[in-house]
Each structure stands twice: as C-alpha cells, then as structure tokens.
C-alpha cells in the first residue's frame, strides 16, 4: 500500500516511527515541500501488513 504522511519533520518522523511497529516499509521517499507552509512536509511510504506472530 502506499501512505502519505503530511506534517511537521518531527511528527512525520514520530508517524514514521509508529507505523514501522505494525507493517513493512518498503520505501520512503525523499521529504517533499508542503505547497503551502515551509513548516510542512509530505513523505510517501510503500509499505505491507507484517505477519500476524500472536500465538
């Protein structure tokens, strides 16, 4: 699947972080400039289900 994370640095590193927990990241790409705050980026994520190893 691919996901779209949009935020400050800090919070798309934290979603990036918390994602990575619960599926399989495949890709990230390169930060993107929100088109309307400096303050803001986009990162694209292609990323699968992890297997479920609950007993």
Request: net charge positive; no cysteine; charged share 25%.
């Amino acid at each position: 699947m691919r996901i779209r994370l949009h935020g400050t640095p800090t919070e798309t590193a934290a979603a990036l972080d918390a994602i990575a927990r619960v599926l399989h990241i495949h890709q990230v790409s390169r930060p993107y400039p929100d088109r309307r705050s400096p303050l803001f980026q986009r990162i694209y994520l292609q990323a699968t289900p992890r297997e479920d190893t609950r007993p």
